[in-house]
């Protein structure tokens, strides 16, 4: 079964500091990954999704994510946090062998920047 | 587009109470399905339909919660009778086939006392 695990409950940053929010998958087939983001009172929103295009996958809101195999990771980055940014964001994975299997999503990071 | 709709917003009811969340997902998605959110557990996959139909229930906790999608354009997730530890915010969310992003709802938070 997948599963994916976010090192870090809680990161703070500074304002326009790097942004880098970890995530580890477990897969036994090539996976398809995504990050959401969850403002307060609010659903989660898609900010990107890799499914075996390029390894670099750019997102929305100046988010990236790269998937690296080796180290079966796809971790977040933004070059220079905004104090918008502040907000939870969840890793999720699902099973592109089995075609549309309900995405596995971690326990979540939230992130907070600083002024 | 109005995206994914959940109703009520809020909920706070007495245990043993019987309680009806309502989602209606977006027109065309084919794949809709029910979270929980909580602390100590994060977001946990509670039950998911294709085309109406049911296909995965074994996230749903006890016999105590039941979902329906009567139609396309409708699902209820029922917990009769409610108790203080289903208090948790619930998402409904669709997808298009195959591994489809989903698109979330803005949650029902339960209070159960």
């Known amino acids: 079964a997948q599963s994916v695990t976010q090192l870090g409950s809680h990161v703070s940053v500074s304002e326009g500091a790097l942004v880098l929010l970890r995530c580890n998958y477990s897969s036994s087939v090539p996976p398809y990954l995504f990050w959401y983001v969850q403002y307060p009172n609010q659903g989660l929103q898609l900010l990107l999704k890799y499914t075996s295009a390029a390894t670099l996958v750019k997102g929305i809101n100046g988010f990236e994510a790269e998937f690296k195999k080796s180290e079966t990771s796809f971790h977040l980055t933004k070059p220079s946090a905004h104090m918008s940014d502040a907000a939870e964001y969840f890793c999720?994975?699902?099973?592109?062998?089995?075609?549309?299997?309900?995405?596995?999503f971690g326990k979540g990071t939230r992130l907070s920047v600083i002024a | 587009d109005a995206g994914v709709i959940q109703s009520p917003r809020h909920e706070v009811t007495e245990m043993g109470q019987e309680v009806t969340l309502r989602c209606k997902p977006i027109?065309?998605?084919?794949?809709l399905f029910w979270y929980r959110q909580t602390m100590m557990r994060g977001l946990e996959l509670l039950i998911y339909?294709?085309?109406?139909?049911?296909?995965?229930d074994s996230g749903m906790p006890e016999d105590r919660f039941s979902a329906k999608m009567p139609n396309a354009s409708f699902s209820t997730l029922k917990i009769q009778p409610s108790e203080p530890r289903d208090s948790a915010v619930y998402f409904c969310?669709?997808?298009?086939?195959?591994?489809?992003?989903?698109?979330f709802g803005n949650g029902t938070r339960l209070t159960v006392t």
């Open positions: 969310a669709s997808s298009l086939a195959d591994s489809s992003p989903l698109h």
């Open positions: 339909f294709n085309n109406n139909v049911p296909i995965d």
């Open positions: 027109s065309g998605h084919d794949y």
């Open positions: 999720a994975v699902s099973d592109q062998a089995s075609g549309n299997t309900p995405l596995v």
